[in-house]
């Protein structure tokens, strides 16, 4: 398992969010908001390529 390093006042608001949220512990809050963020940039770049597919294949783009 990897560590991460994180500001003091932060790591309370984690805490503070995570335990209003109903995670089980600051960590899981941590796991699932990056797990979110990187599929939406990962899916981003996909959507990007379809969009230019899409472009070509009207021929505003070539």
């Given at each position: 398992m990897a560590k991460v390093k994180i500001d003091g006042e932060l790591w309370d608001r984690v805490k503070k969010v995570a335990e209003?949220?109903?995670?089980?512990?600051?960590?899981?809050?941590?796991?699932?908001?990056?797990?979110?963020e990187m599929s939406a940039l990962e899916g981003g770049a996909e959507d990007?390529?379809?969009?230019?597919?899409?472009?070509?294949?009207?021929g505003y783009i070539s």
């Open positions: 209003a949220a109903g995670y089980a512990s600051p960590e899981e809050f941590v796991t699932h908001v990056l797990e979110k990007e390529e379809e969009i230019k597919k899409r472009l070509q294949g009207l």
